[in-house]
């Protein structure tokens, strides 16, 4: 079959190019995400495993309830006891280092898309590309301009994770009630000051969705790029595959669900409404100590 546009060499072509003309910006860009991914994993694997259950333990029992504390602890123990708690730590190193970096980049830049019609017009297309091609097409390039290893991995991860950080951004600007908008105006704050400290507080739930969303497609993108070295559970996943390995592709496969669904409820509970930002525990405990204060202030 003849091609009429010879797309795909013309890529290729590019990619060709710009490994022989760019190699030490590939390299110090390579460097910059290797050193940063290592310190956050790094840092992970020097807390120990008791404080970094009772952190997540603490952090549910606070933001969702105790119900999902005791998931949250029954869940961390089955990663221990099954023996994937290392690699656990690995892929969540990963996640949040990729996750860190796509924020970095997709807020401001949903911010902008939000402000000028223009960007808009011009980032919209590129999210749509990031966000329908296949996961695997983006490890080719990054391992040929990176090498095997966590950078092409992180950001293969990158850009699949970004778009909803972007997207999710610049509706929840959009969306900022208008006469609030006009409100900030009319007391005099700059542009910068009506976007700090009037839009973005009140767009903070869409972009928590955002953030939520970004780091489940981070968490799942992740284990695909352990094909090019990224390690973490994936390799595991990888490794039972190429093994028809049943008992530990299930084994990964279910620590990966666990941590999932810890980071999903956990996240998920910043973007909710700030009268429901607390844990119905905390809020039945506040709302047992008013009854209490009540009669005792008719009393007195």
């Not at 961390?76 to 280092?97: C, E």
């Not at 869409?206 to 559970?233: E, H, K």
């Not at 930002?277 to 204060?293: E, I, Q, S």
Request: net charge positive.
């Amino acid at each position: 079959m003849s091609e009429v546009i010879p797309l795909g060499a013309w890529v290729d072509h590019g990619v060709h190019y710009l490994l022989d003309h760019d190699a030490k910006t590939f390299d110090t860009i390579g460097k910059v995400i290797e050193s940063f991914a290592a310190a956050v994993e790094h840092g992970l694997q020097a807390v120990p495993m008791w404080a970094l259950m009772a952190f997540f333990v603490g952090i549910g029992l606070w933001r969702v309830g105790w119900r999902f504390a005791l998931f949250t602890l029954a869940a961390l123990l089955l990663i221990y006891g099954t023996g994937f708690w290392d690699q656990m730590v690995i892929t969540l190193g990963l996640t949040l280092s990729s996750t860190v970096i796509s924020l970095v980049l997709g807020v401001p830049l949903g911010i902008s898309m939000a402000k000028s019609r223009t960007v808009e017009m011009i980032v919209r297309p590129v999210l749509d590309l990031m966000q329908t091609m296949p996961a695997f097409v983006y490890l080719i390039p990054a391992a040929m301009l990176f090498g095997l290893g966590r950078v092409p991995g992180i950001l293969s991860t990158v850009i699949f994770a970004m778009p909803p950080a972007v997207r999710l951004t610049a509706l929840g600007i959009k969306h900022v009630n208008r006469e609030i908008v006009e409100a900030g105006q009319a007391f005099g704050c700059t542009p910068w000051q009506l976007l700090y400290k009037v839009q973005f507080p009140n767009a903070l739930p869409s972009i928590m969705t955002g953030v939520n969303q970004t780091i489940m497609m981070a968490l799942s993108m992740v284990i695909i790029a352990s094909m090019v070295g990224a390690g973490g559970l994936g390799n595991d996943v990888l490794a039972s595959i190429q093994r028809l390995d049943i008992g530990l592709g299930f084994e990964s496969g279910m620590s990966v669900v666990m941590l999932a669904i810890i980071l999903d409820r956990i996240t998920e509970s910043f973007g909710r409404a700030p009268g429901k930002a607390r844990a119905p525990l905390f809020a039945g405990l506040r709302n047992a100590l008013k009854v209490r204060r009540e009669p005792a202030a008719q009393h007195g």
